[in-house]
């Protein structure tokens, strides 16, 4: 069988990458350098750093990335797309132009007969009353129609300012403290507890590489980024490998 791969927290477009090309492009080179090998590839999120669709009209840049994305995808790639906390507003263009699969919640999938539980994190486990005010606003029908009506010259650097706000306050945070800090570990961990058959829990969101053992048949990857780390995982059937991408 051909290979499955996660991959999460690009933040393609971020102000704060010092080459945002050179970045593009070190993604645009790993997908090309998966795509024989692969039958499916798995966004888990954040993947672009600011989206905004609007009926008729779609934010500059990302070029050549969904050009890729739209090769592979032309090719019977099976693209899956989970939204994030940054690319929530995606509707149907990206869908309908890239060919991907657009997910906006958490999926129980199950590939070569392991049950997979895929999320990208956010709103998972404790998250402070806050976040999950802020969470439940963005992911609003109604709250996404009226900021359509705003004209972008005023929504689009507004969006930015807060998208790298959030990026480095939750920097701090990026931080790997011990599986029992680490909420993620703990939201599988309770699933297991009332559902033991999941064989891979998978998330981004928390910018860190982890891969742990849950139960003698459980595992937990949370799949870094491509900000420090250019990490994904594989999965060929058999085993499943958290690595990163050599070909900077
Ligand atoms: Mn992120």
């Known amino acids: 069988m051909k290979n499955i791969y996660f991959i999460s927290d690009l933040h393609l477009g971020a102000r704060t990458f010092k080459n945002p090309r050179e970045n593009e492009k070190r993604v645009v080179r790993f997908l090309d350098s998966i795509k024989e090998n692969a039958r499916a590839i798995y966004l888990m999120g954040d993947i672009l750093d600011y989206w905004y669709e609007y009926k008729t009209v779609v934010p500059r840049g990302f070029t ?60 998972l486990g404790e998250t402070s009353r806050s976040f999950r005010l802020i969470r439940s606003i963005f992911h609003n029908r ?32 990026h931080e790997y403290n ?11 961990k309770q699933y297991l507890s009332k559902d033991s058959s999941i064989n891979f829990f998978i998330f981004g969101h928390r910018h860190i590489m982890l891969d742990l053992m849950l139960s003698r048949t459980s595992r937990i990857l949370i799949l870094g980024d491509w900000i420090h780390h250019y990490s994904y995982a594989v999965f060929d059937g058999e085993n499943m490998i958290l690595c990163q991408f050599e070909n900077l």
């Open 64 to 123: 050549r990335f969904f050009g890729k994305i739209a090769e592979l995808t032309d090719r019977g790639i099976e693209i899956h797309w989970f939204i994030g906390n940054h690319d929530i507003w995606i509707f149907d263009y990206l869908p309908s132009e890239l060919g991907v699969i657009v997910h906006k919640t958490p999926k129980i999938v199950i590939i070569e007969g392991k049950q997979f539980f895929l999320a990208h994190g956010d709103g």
């Open 142 to 173: 109604i709250c996404q129609k009226l900021f359509s009506a705003i004209h972008p010259r005023w929504t689009v650097s507004f969006a930015h300012r807060w998208s790298s706000h959030s990026r480095l306050t939750a920097s701090d945070d």
């Open 178 to 188: 011990g599986e029992n800090d680490e909420y993620l570990v703990n939201f599988a």
